[in-house]
């Protein structure tokens, strides 16, 4: 790594986020002892971090933490000095989850919809747990009856029409694809557990994100003629959805914490075929294998749909574009709000 001039002095350190090392979370005392007597660690070190000291900045090996600088990489002034890869030891799927929602667990929130992703974490963080949807929806049914059958302290968001329209106005502000109703729907969603978090002083939530994309859950999967290539595909493209996660986050000071994408898990699920990732018409099963080992099965076995159709906010949206005029239309209804945003 790059010289160690200026580290034994070292000015106020700024660290978003969390560093481990070896498996080990480490305070940030214990990061400024590492960049002050031995630097070139801090390249094989995990987290979800933006760290700032001196004149240089490092930021996590998946780019979790939103930060200027590309993904695993750390810069010196303007030039890149060191790239980050960590190394954990190899271990079991089950291993790499329990130890990457350990890591994650002693501060936070869990956003729960009692699919098999937000429950498994859930089990194992034992965190408060948030779930959003409008009263009677699907989201909100069987998350209140997972939380019960796994003993969960569980609070429920039920947003009216117009806080679901005033979250639109901020969300297109910020989201890289604001006039995609899929992507507008999810973001909304999203920012009413990061007002929650807000409200009651969590700064990090524990969410599922990448587990499809790992594990095989889209259900357009079920057909596909070529599955370790379209799994790799949505892979890669998964950055842009934690663009927009982590934008619609910081609208509240938060941020997302992803626990399916440590390196642990990333490299556990990977080395699984793809043709075992999704097996006899099941969607995501080694997920649902291992999770059967700390979840009650029929959590784990259930299907569920995505977060913006449970929750009802898609409903919402599409009630909403009608009323303003737009009555096949929620791309131009999002159109609109955007280009007023964008003129105010």
Known sequence: MATTAGLQNMPTMNLKGWIERDGRRLSPTGVERMLREEPEALSRCGGEFLLEWDDSIARDAFGIMPGPIPPGTIYSGEHEIARITPDPAPCTLDEAIVAAVRLRSNEGVVAFSGGVDSALIAALAGLPCVAVGLRGSHDVVWAEKAAGMMGLDLEIVIPTEE?????????????????????????????????????????????????????????????????????????????????????????????????????RVVRAARSIPAADRVRGGVRKYPLREVAERHIPAEIARAEKKAMQYGSGIWRTIQRLARNNGYKKSVQGYLMEISRAEHDN
Request: no cysteine.
């Open 163 to 263: 806080e679901v329209a005033e979250a639109l106005t901020r969300i297109v502000r910020v989201i890289p694809d604001p006039e995609n109703p899929v992507e507008a729907s999810i973001a909304t969603t999203l920012s009413f557990v990061a007002a929650w978090a807000e409200e009651h002083g969590h700064t990090r939530i524990l969410g599922g994100q990448g587990a499809d994309e790992l594990f095989g859950g889209y259900a357009r999967y079920l057909s596909s003629t070529d599955l370790a290539a379209e799994l790799e595909r949505d892979f890669a493209d998964h950055d842009r959805q934690r663009t927009r996660d982590q934008a619609v986050a910081a609208l509240h000071g938060r941020y997302f914490s992803m626990p399916y994408l440590d390196i």
